[in-house]
């Protein structure tokens, strides 16, 4: 293995971060119970049904917090039991999970989109003795396979009515018989080496396997993301992705240690954009495709030649104008002028796309062009691209706000270290944010875990000599040549999907003499493809002006790669990849073999009449 280690900070850095602001306990209990009885002002904020927006107050939170975890004693749930919360990210999944593990319980969260077989692997893997069920919809698909969840006991029930459960609202009148010590021997009960959750990794190849990952793991993983960064005074936060997913959930509880507001978008993306506007969150996290949507969304004002070339001369003043004020010195006073005149036109629009208050947003789980995070950048939007997995609780490396490099994921979060295995490039990270094990799958475990405690995440990475990490591909991902040639699928991948007609791109190749691609249309942008290629809206994928447009994405790809690494020829299909189908995992990851099954033929086909050079 190299040598080079990660995760140091000087004492300069550490003037510059917020790691002094939390609660500093030492479980996620007492981190609840401190937070909401020592901050005012809002901790949660949501659209009611009437459409306005209502907040929460810290005392308010507390006091939900409490009924519903005196409910779940009242219902028998002991310290260790299991409890899975199935449901969309919305202010009662937060109380659902505080309330919990307030309890002593174990969270394993279900995505919203699970299908009732998915459902049913996490409920009865994990033992779980009661369900909060968001709908009565969700609540028929636990019925489908409760006869397999012998350990499950009790269904609660968020919203609506179903029969045979408990509603959220019970639950709380269950608990005004369980007096205020048995809450508080609860939460004191619980150590930092207890487990606090399972989460089951969203995996693209076979059935997820649930990581374990206790009070102290979470603990640790959030002081390192405090003591990363200034979160200033009163952090806001936009909740979008499933807090089923370990970064929402660890960011959740970041914000709440640090006496912030969790704002809950309305469940609806074509509604994200005026979520973002309505709320102007300090702070936002999304996957790349999200962010390149907007990209799109920003870009697409640059419509024709001449409104082309103002647009990105002010994207260049703005870059200019940042890359002088990080030095440390002002713009002279023509480029000052040429400033204003490019914010008021256009880089001040890119921002309010954003609310307008953003101080920087965090993304990550899959590549982000570099180009996109500049031109953001340029803007005003500084979004900071981050890694880790469901295993190294949820973050281990990030680019900071005052130490950051476009094109790599940042350094070590603080007590977190990174190695890059020397046999095979493979980045191993190390520390108290690392999980214990994968539930009841030893050989699993050592598989991943090693005896020194790194953990051998799978993907392929680079250090480079300041520590940031860049990471190249995924073992899985690697695809081997007729003649031999190991390429990453991934970084093609990333490259075609830069392209704003694009929602997806799948490499294949594997014991091929080159490599070919499957293309999906974003069918948000399928109007404005329609009017480009001037097709006729009817079969997009075989038509010749859309193949055309997708060709100069290919073509964009291919001019800075390898002939080895080009794609030779492609596929398109005019739809999107779904959770439905099995094509994608809920943070939009590709499960490339479920893809490669339901495309077979199309892809071999591509090879048919012979090699190409």
Not at 40 to 54: M, N, R, S
Not at 141 to 159: A, F, G, N, S, Y
């Amino acid at each position: 293995m190299a040598t080079k280690e990660q995760g140091q900070k000087s004492d300069r850095d550490r003037d510059t971060t917020g790691s002094n602001r939390g609660t500093d306990t030492d479980t996620l209990a007492q981190m609840i119970v401190s937070a909401t009885s020592r901050y005012e002002g809002p901790a949660l904020k949501f659209k009611t049904a009437q459409g306005e927006w209502e907040e929460v107050s810290y005392e308010q939170l507390g006091d939900e917090i409490r009924r519903v975890t005196k409910g779940l004693i009242a219902l028998g749930i002991e310290a260790g039991d299991k409890v899975s919360i199935f449901s969309d990210t919305r202010p009662d999944w937060t109380v659902c999970d505080f309330g919990s593990l307030c309890a002593g319980a174990v969270i394993a969260p279900i995505y919203q989109t699970s299908s009732a077989e998915e459902a049913r692997h996490v409920l009865s893997d994990s033992g779980a003795k009661l369900v909060f069920c968001e709908s009565p919809e969700l609540v028929e698909k636990v019925e489908e396979v409760r006869h397999d969840c012998p350990e499950l006991e009790h269904v609660v029930l968020i919203e609506g009515e179903a029969e045979g459960t408990t509603t959220l609202d019970d639950l709380g009148e269950h608990g005004e018989e369980i007096d205020d010590r048995q809450f508080d021997e609860r939460v004191e009960g619980v150590s930092a080496d207890d487990l606090f959750t399972i989460v089951y990794t969203s995996g693209t190849t076979g059935p997820p396997k649930g990581c374990l990952l206790t009070h102290g793991n979470y603990r640790a993983n959030i002081a390192m993301c405090e003591d990363a960064a200034d979160w200033g005074e009163r952090p806001s936060l936009l909740l979008f992705l499933p807090l089923a997913h370990v970064l929402t959930r660890i960011l959740q509880m970041l914000v709440i240690d640090i006496g912030g507001t969790l704002a809950y978008w309305e469940g609806d993306k074509d509604k994200l954009l005026e979520n973002l506007q309505d709320v102007q969150p300090t702070h936002f996290s999304a996957v790349p495709r999200i962010f390149e949507k907007i990209y799109a969304r920003a870009t697409a004002q640059a419509d024709g030649v001449l409104k082309e070339k103002a647009f990105w001369k002010a994207v260049d003043v703005g870059r200019r104008v940042r890359e002088l004020d990080r030095q440390g010195e002002e713009p002279g006073p023509i480029l000052r002028q040429e400033y204003l005149q490019a914010d008021k036109r256009i880089l001040s629009r890119v921002r309010e796309l954003f609310g307008g208050k953003l101080e920087f947003a965090a993304t990550g789980a899959a590549p982000v062009q570099p180009e996109m995070l500049e031109f953001f950048d340029a803007c005003g939007v500084l979004i900071l691209e981050g890694y880790g997995a469901t295993e190294t609780s949820a973050v281990a490396t990030i680019n900071q706000p005052h130490d950051f490099r476009f094109g790599t994921v940042g350094k070590a979060l603080p007590g977190s270290e990174v190695r890059i295995a020397e046999e095979d490039g493979e980045v191993l990270i190390r520390g108290p944010h690392v999980f214990q094990g994968y539930h009841g799958l030893e050989e699993e475990t050592e598989e991943d875990l090693d005896s020194d405690g790194w953990y051998r995440t799978g993907d392929i990475g680079e250090l480079d000599d300041d520590g940031f990490l860049s990471i190249t591909g995924r073992k899985k991902d690697i695809i081997v040549t007729s003649s031999g040639k190991n390429i990453p699928a991934g970084y093609i991948e990333n490259k075609i999907a830069a392209n704003r007609w694009v929602s997806h791109a799948v490499v294949y190749g594997d014991d091929k003499p080159y490599l070919v691609a499957l293309v999906t249309l974003d069918q948000e942008e399928r109007e404005s493809l329609v009017e480009e290629a001037g097709a006729d809206g009817d079969d997009l994928a075989d038509d010749g002006g859309v193949r055309s447009e997708i060709q100069k994405a290919i073509d964009a790809a291919n001019e800075d790669l390898a002939n080895v690494e080009q794609i030779k020829k492609f596929t398109v299909v005019d739809r999107e990849l779904t959770e439905e189908n099995g094509e994608i995992t809920p943070t939009m990851k590709v499960k490339r073999n479920v893809v490669y099954d339901h495309y077979r033929d199309e892809l071999e086909g591509l090879y048919d009449g012979g090699s190409e050079s």
